[in-house]
């Protein structure tokens, strides 16, 4: 990691931080925006965090997850991204996920307790084609409603790999579909190829991530 970006992390402040109001964080954006330009460096629109989780018997989830690292430049993104382990190296079960800066890979989480998740199912042969798309879309912020997606989940398992896209809002039926269509045409998956959505309230009430999903397609 250079070291602008190094310092950036070490100075910039964190959008989910104490008390910050919604004006202040929008300051503190369009500051880091400036300072990353004026540095010669290619800012992201939002600053983005790496996070991974394993499965531990009688530790809960929350505490199994780990931060990786964060960055907001396209040059930090690189620098990271070039040093992560790829999906057919990772030892399931596990999660690696990517989420903008303030949001938690939880479903109780602020951002995510009234949305929920599109989810994709691939052979472990081909997931880490998808999984790449899927990241630089985000990164670049290419999908349709980009601002109601809050992170990307990779969910390394014995038999499959399974690929999400979280979102705010799981009551808006516009904004899912769009979405849907997006992550298709960004993954260049056929029309015709199954996905599921599921609420993440859903999950919280029967304790599972993919089981009974109600949208298909």
């Not at 903008?100 to 691939?122: H, V, Y």
């Not at 690929?163 to 809002?169: F, H, K, L």
């Amino acid at each position: 990691m250079d070291m602008t970006e190094k310092k950036e992390l070490e100075t910039t402040p964190s959008a989910g931080g104490g008390g910050s109001t919604e004006y202040e964080q929008e300051g503190n954006e369009s500051e880091r925006y400036a300072r990353e330009l004026k540095a010669g460096l290619h800012p992201l629109k939002n600053k983005l965090v790496f996070w991974y989780s394993t499965r531990t018997p009688g530790v809960s989830y929350e505490e199994n997850i780990k931060k990786l690292v964060e960055f907001s430049t396209v040059e930090g993104f690189w620098v990271c991204y070039c040093h992560l382990a790829r999906p057919a190296t990772l030892p399931p079960p596990m999660d690696l996920s990517l989420f903008k800066e303030g949001i938690q890979p939880l479903w109780e989480d602020p951002a995510n307790s009234n949305g929920g998740k599109w989810i994709i199912r691939f052979r472990k042969v081909i997931s880490g084609r998808f999984w790449e798309d899927l990241v630089l879309a985000f990164v670049g912020d290419q999908f349709d409603f980009g601002e109601d997606v809050c992170g990307i989940v990779l969910t390394v398992r014995y038999n499959e790999d399974i690929i999400c896209v979280w979102n705010r809002n799981s009551s808006d039926q516009q904004v899912i579909m769009a979405l849907k269509d997006s992550i298709k045409r960004h993954l260049k998956l056929p029309n015709s190829y199954i996905m599921e959505y599921k609420p993440h309230g859903a999950s919280i009430r029967d304790n599972s991530s993919y089981r009974n999903a109600w949208i298909r397609g």
